[in-house]
């Protein structure tokens, strides 16, 4: 079986969004912020959506 995510569905605690904000603002692909933060990718597309931020894809 896959991996599965323990923190399935948690909101997003205000530390979390500034490090979000940060990572965003350098460059950082998803796959590293989704490392980082611990969160799927498909949570942070979805936060950074909400956000208004864009984040860079590995090229």
Do not use: C, N, Y
Not at 3 to 15: A, I, M, V
């Amino acid at each position: 079986m896959a991996e599965g995510f323990e923190r399935h569905r948690q909101p997003w605690t205000q530390d979390e969004i500034q490090k979000l904000h940060k990572f965003a603002a350098k460059g950082m692909a998803m796959k590293a912020i989704s490392k980082a933060l611990t969160r799927s990718e498909e949570s942070i597309k979805e936060r950074a959506k909400v956000d208004g931020l864009k984040i860079s894809k590995l090229r």
